[in-house]
């Protein structure tokens, strides 16, 4: 190990596809970073996990749209860049592809962008420092004014169950189904890497129980992709087809070993209490993954949340606890938890899109990108139609990430920033009075059967939409003042004159300030149009929208 401390403003620990998204906007931006990765390739988690090698990460390749950003929508595989080889579909065009293609996709990102990874470089320890943080790796010392970790899962989350070292893991169990046969299994967890796994033995089990103390959450059901999907369906249909494979709710108490097999006491959930001991061939452990911590010293050590799997974070993904530590990728999903798709590549790659705006904000004094122009019902009408029919961050990180409309009253001049976490844009302008947030939606009620909804295609009803749609808030500080939906629509298409322009227009008239507006906006450019922020162009002719392309790279 060399004595010299290698410095640079940002350090990016961990080269899966976090830590490669957001090497990627901090070169196209030139900023001075360095990312370590322990392997000798990027991608390792993906080399190993799913266990069964298929991705449950959709790889829509055909579709209506020829536009490269709507198209990105039905892509839950791809880095954004701006180059067209590099997009997944280019890799495979299996609707849900083999891990090993994104392994050789993450590869391939790395190489061609030529970004500044050193492999073999595995992080011992992070201390904090004066004036940032020193990492010690396998080779060198180097400090970071900023440190950012995306080195994934660290560990497998093993719950608290008495004998639960008698239960094989998920990262170790056999893979080959007739090691199954004839065998009675039970697996501990009712995630999709349990469903995953019950999959590949039901036709050599003889018998098959997930259990875990709280309900099935499928994916139709709460939107969320990271739920139970539907390829997984076979399983419950042998439960409710009474071929003994079964889903419990139970607390599962022991697991003990008698002879070749186990004893395994539970106590039912929705039973009075009842208590059962069943016996079983095999018990596989498939209850998620957690962060390592154990590299960070106590006086930077991350607050943990959510069993002690992941890191706590603020609104801008900084540590609780660490002033300059943030987290990006899937550890990073603490403000977006079960909802949104922040776990995921399809919604990390736009979170660090905006993260790396935030840094360059507070570490090179580069302003949050926006665009300006006037505060006019027509002309917000039509930005907030272009970017919902149009933008994919919105569409992936649906409740999540939104468009923020900052009015300036004095001025008669909106300042329209893009993609903002809502929990952030709040609390940056909470001393606004005046600002509007942009972002679909779901409907929340509860349906009894998701397939077989009732519709009220009014437009004084648009808030009763299940489907996903456009919702604008004006907010006053941190408090909501008004609401207005947009209907549901089956195409996603939000153009209609009576079912979204006219009450968008009409919401916006009605909300905006009453004062008269100046005959010209202040900045020159004339009282029709938005005058771009440096660094964007508009998305089409005469629609006064923007659409960033330097300061936030796609």
Not at 51 to 59: A, D, K, Q
Request: proline share 7%.
């Amino acid at each position: 190990m060399t004595d010299a401390v290698q410095r640079h403003q940002y350090v990016i620990v961990g080269a899966g596809p976090a830590g490669l998204q957001l090497s990627y906007y901090l070169q196209r931006a030139g900023a001075d970073y360095v990312t370590l990765e322990r392997e000798a390739a990027p991608g390792q988690f993906f080399r190993q996990f799913p266990r069964h090698r298929r991705l449950i990460s959709l790889n829509k390749v055909h579709t209506t749209s020829t536009d490269p950003e709507i198209r990105l929508r039905w892509d839950w595989n791809s880095l954004l860049n701006d180059s067209p080889e590099l997009q997944f579909p280019k890799f495979s065009s299996e609707y849900f592809p083999h891990a090993d293609e994104m392994v050789h996709y993450l590869a391939e990102f790395q190489r061609l962008h030529r970004l500044a990874v050193r492999y073999g470089t595995a992080v011992k320890r992070i201390e904090r420092a004066e004036d940032g943080f020193l990492l010690h790796t396998s080779d060198a010392v180097l400090h970071g004014q900023c440190v950012i970790v995306a080195a994934g899962w660290g560990k497998p989350y093993v719950p608290s169950i008495r004998g639960i070292e008698h239960a094989v893991g998920y990262e170790e169990m056999q893979l080959d189904p007739a090691a199954y046969a004839d065998k009675r299994v039970l697996i501990i967890g009712k995630g999709n890497s349990a469903f995953e796994t019950a999959t590949a033995m039901l036709g050599h089990a003889a018998m098959v129980h997930l259990a875990s103390r709280r309900p099935l959450r499928l994916a139709w059901n709460t939107k969320h992709p990271g739920d139970v999907r539907g390829q997984f369906g076979a399983l419950l249909d042998s439960y409710q087809f009474k071929t003994l494979h079964s889903v419990l709710d139970c607390s599962i108490d022991e697991i003990r070993p008698v002879g070749d097999r186990f004893e395994v006491r539970i106590t039912y959930t929705h039973a009075d209490g009842e208590q059962a001991v069943l016996d079983y061939e095999s018990v596989i452990r498939c209850t998620g993954f957690g962060m390592d911590t154990t590299v960070f010293d106590p006086a930077c050590r991350p607050e943990m949340i959510n069993d002690g799997r992941l890191p706590a974070l603020g609104p801008d993904w900084q540590s609780t606890t660490a002033d300059g530590l943030y987290f990006a990728g899937t550890i990073a999903q603490a403000r977006d938890c079960r909802h949104a798709s922040s776990p995921f590549i399809d919604g990390f790659r736009y979170n660090l899109r905006i993260l790396t705006a935030l840094l360059r904000e507070r570490y090179e004094g580069v302003p949050l990108p926006c665009t300006v122009g006037l505060a006019d019902p027509e002309r917000l009408t039509s930005v907030v139609l272009d970017r919902v029919n149009w933008s994919s961050a919105l569409w992936t990180q649906f409740e999540y990430l939104c468009d923020v409309l900052l009015i300036d009253e004095k001025t008669g001049q909106v300042a329209h920033y893009p993609d903002l976490p809502e929990d952030y844009a709040v609390s940056r302008f909470r001393n606004a009075p005046h600002y509007y947030t942009v972002a679909l939606r779901w409907g929340r009620d509860e349906y009894s059967d998701v397939f077989a909804i009732g519709r009220h295609p009014e437009p004084g009803r648009a808030a009763e939409s299940a489907f996903i749609h456009p919702v604008v808030r004006r907010y006053r500080g941190t408090e909501i003042a008004a609401e207005q939906h947009l209907l549901e629509d089956l195409l996603a298409e939000w153009r209609r004159p009576d079912r979204h322009v006219g009450p968008l227009r009409s919401f916006f008239a009605a909300n905006l300030s009453t004062r008269p507006l100046p005959r010209r906006a202040p900045c020159g450019s004339g009282r029709g149009r938005m005058r771009p922020a440096p660094g964007t162009r508009p998305v089409s002719p005469g629609t006064g929208a923007l659409r960033p392309v330097v300061r936030i790279p796609r």
